[in-house]
């Protein structure tokens, strides 16, 4: 066993403070330096989203000229636009996955049809292929339940003949497995066909997605919600829109600074409205108005000052919206045709690993009590 010359709070309390990068590269010292990292990979990742720091753009590009897909890791702390917009690292993914469906405490959730889905850690470059389930749902989405300590990730299958209903399913970390939800009759919720394929919006336990309750209805005007512990559907209270509110269009439900965001598209301009206090109405705000003329803009992150917006525009560029001044930055990076935002963490894809090491444990126990 390892004598430190510092106390071992004083240390967890310097590496807790290093980039996930750092820690990656510490752990080979020593077989203790590895276990003690690697005891507060939950620490490190609950103080990463608390000051919004190790923060990653995950950037899928498709190459035409050979129809495979390129991974890219750039630095979101190092993004300020100019002439050096951070250092953008190969991550040698499987280009069979071409799609992402979220992001979630560090881990990846990619999907293709008809090879199926993994989960896989940008950082540690660990993956986990998933069982194979349906071809191809209407929704999906990633995220982790903090009742079961479980990483969930569910998919919903919309039948539209010959009687309408849903099908959900949900796939468990822990087991391995995918499993249907049982009791959804009478749903009353639908979604238009363009939004079929939505990544659902990972916020307090839940999935969300833009969604109507009229099934013949061509234009989302809710936010449907699926709670991962208690594995029910529920709707959200929406923003109190006014006169301004007409004539508008829900693009799409994102997630700021862990808090639930909301963009309405009119004839030019964009409105994104931030939910402060999760299921509160009058906790919806609106953060500003984009006048920009673009067939699609998508929120990414706060900066780490809070004083920028990171946007994606029209499935290419990259942009800071800067909230004080009113006006759009563009950045050299370009060409992504989807970024998700993805903390460094050494989160491992494989839960089932850590139970085999308590099982261990447990063993040795009662081992040394029969002894």
């Not at 470059?125 to 929704?139: A, C, E, G, I």
């Not at 989405?141 to 399913?169: C, M, N, Q, W």
């Not at 402060?276 to 067939?295: A, C, I, P, Q, R």
Request: aromatic share 10%; with cysteine.
């Amino acid at each position: 066993m390892a004598t430190w010359k510092l106390p071992l709070d004083v240390i967890i309390g310097i590496l807790i403070r290093l980039p996930g990068k750092s820690l990656l590269r510490f752990r080979c010292i020593s077989k203790s330096f590895r276990s003690l990292i690697k005891d507060f990979t939950n620490l490190h990742l609950s103080r990463s989203i608390k000051t919004s720091s190790n923060r990653s753009l995950v950037i899928c590009s498709e190459l035409d000229y050979n129809l495979k897909t390129s991974f890219h890791s750039l630095s979101l702390d190092s993004l300020g636009g100019g002439d050096d917009d951070g250092s953008i690292i190969d991550l040698r993914v499987n280009e069979m996955f071409d799609i992402i469906i979220g992001s979630c405490n560090g881990l990846l959730a990619l999907k293709n049809y008809p090879k199926g889905i993994i989960l896989l850690n940008p950082l540690t470059k660990k993956q986990r292929v998933l069982p194979k389930f349906y071809d191809k749902p209407s929704l999906h989405g990633f995220g982790y339940d903090v009742g079961s300590d479980d990483y969930k990730l569910v998919r919903i299958h919309v039948f539209k003949s010959p009687v309408y209903h849903i099908e959900a399913t949900v796939y468990c970390l822990k087991v391995n497995l995918w499993r249907r939800i049982k009791n959804i009759k009478n749903f009353p919720y639908s979604w238009a066909d363009h939004s079929y394929g939505g990544n659902g919006a990972f916020v307090n336990g839940a999935l969300h997605w833009l969604a109507n309750q009229n099934q013949d209805e061509m234009i989302n005007d809710l936010i449907l919600a699926f709670d991962l512990n208690i594995e029910t559907f529920y709707s959200m209270p929406m923003p109190s829109f006014g006169n301004e509110g007409g004539g508008g269009e829900l693009s799409g439900v994102y997630v700021l600074k862990g808090c639930l965001s909301l963009l309405c598209k009119y004839s030019e301009p964009w409105d994104l409205w931030v939910m402060k206090e999760y299921g509160v109405k009058d906790s919806w705000s609106k953060l500003f108005t984009m006048n920009e003329n673009d067939y699609r803009v998508i929120p990414l992150a706060f900066s780490s000052r809070g004083d920028k917006v990171l946007f994606q525009k029209n499935s290419k560029d990259l942009c800071w919206y800067h909230l004080d001044m009113h006006r759009v930055e563009s950045l050299l990076v370009k060409g992504p045709s989807d970024v998700h935002v993805c903390v460094d963490t050494l989160v491992s894809p494989f839960a089932e690993s850590n139970r085999s090491l308590k099982k261990k444990k447990t063993r040795k126990r009662r081992k040394g009590k029969r002894n």
